[in-house]
């Protein structure tokens, strides 16, 4: 069994490279379906979402344009866990086609205000793009367009995906080994 250890902690194998790239083609392939002539506007959440977004838009056949933001949850001096800032969006994406893609969606916080943040931009449409979701998690009404995969609310890292700013390099997932 393939493990790894990140600040003292062991991580074990849950889903594989080739896993992850079918998933990544299979969404790309919704997509080219849903957004022909479209042009759609995708944005990528950073930093999670790098990976995801560079290997989704390069099997994207549709024309598209990508743009990248981060969002910022700090209140002051202290973290309140709710997005409060949406930074770096410098596009005019009124009247597009918004395809915004997350690392990993799990109670849907982040979505929610994301949601509101881009809709005072007035896009034609906006819908959410995920590599992994978290469905038990979710509490939220929006639904979520794009999922590569559901998983557990277990801890996952790799592929973007980061355990305190480490391992967002790992070409596999790997889950926190609780033993
Ligand atoms: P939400 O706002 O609760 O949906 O949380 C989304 C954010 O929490 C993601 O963009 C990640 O940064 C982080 N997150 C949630 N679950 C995980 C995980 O299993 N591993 C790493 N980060 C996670
Ligand atoms: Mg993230």
């Not at 889903?15 to 506007?41: C, G, M, T, W």
């Not at 995920?130 to 639904?143: E, G, H, V």
Request: aromatic share 8%; with cysteine.
């Amino acid at each position: 069994m393939k493990t790894t250890e990140v600040h003292g902690k062991r991580f074990r194998l849950a889903i594989p490279e080739e896993q992850i790239k079918s998933s990544v083609l299979r969404l790309a392939r919704k997509i080219d379906q849903d957004y022909a002539h479209k042009n759609p506007f995708f944005l990528a959440v950073l930093n999670g979402s790098f990976l995801f977004a560079a290997d989704l838009l390069r099997e994207v056949r549709t024309e598209c344009e990508i743009s990248f933001i981060r969002v910022s949850s700090y209140n002051g001096t202290s973290t309140t866990g709710v997005v409060s800032e949406l930074m770096g969006l410098k596009e005019d994406i009124e009247g597009r086609h918004v395809i915004v893609l997350e690392d990993i969606i799990d109670t849907g916080n982040t979505l929610v205000k994301l949601q509101e943040l881009l809709l005072a931009k007035k896009p034609a449409s906006i819908r959410f793009g995920t590599l992994l979701f978290k469905p038990r998690a979710y509490t939220k009404d929006i639904p979520v367009d794009y999922v590569g995969m559901e998983v557990g609310n277990e801890f996952l890292i790799g592929y973007g995906l980061d355990y305190d700013g480490k391992a967002r390099n790992l070409k596999d997932i790997y889950v926190l080994d609780e033993e």
